[in-house]
């Protein structure tokens, strides 16, 4: 019989093997309030959507403050 998949699109496809992608968070300014989310990232400061608070450059201000990245604590909504 010949299958619709080849091996390795159907390993590729197979989700038991991969780990689930944690929720994006959400980082507040402990200074002023300002809000990074993971999600939208900040484009206007070359930070793509999507990218994760670790990786954010460690020499980040807030953009409306400018606290130091340590000055940062994720929050829960």
Same mark, same amino acid.
């Not at 990245?69 to 994720?74: A, I, R, T, Y």
């Given at each position: 019989m010949?299958?619709k998949?080849?091996?390795? %699109? ?33 484009? %206007? ?8 608070? %670790? ?10 403050c ?6 940062? %604590?994720?929050?829960?909504?």
């Amino acid at each position: 019989m010949i299958s619709k998949w080849s091996r390795s %699109e159907a390993q590729r496809l197979d989700m038991t093997d991969t780990l689930p992608v944690p929720p994006y968070r959400t980082w507040m300014c402990q200074v002023c309030g300002w809000l990074y989310e993971e999600a939208a990232g900040l484009p %206007e400061a070359g930070i793509a959507p999507g990218t994760r608070w %670790e990786d954010v450059p460690a020499d980040f201000t807030c953009p409306e403050c400018g606290a130091p990245k340590q000055d940062f %604590e994720v929050v829960d909504f």
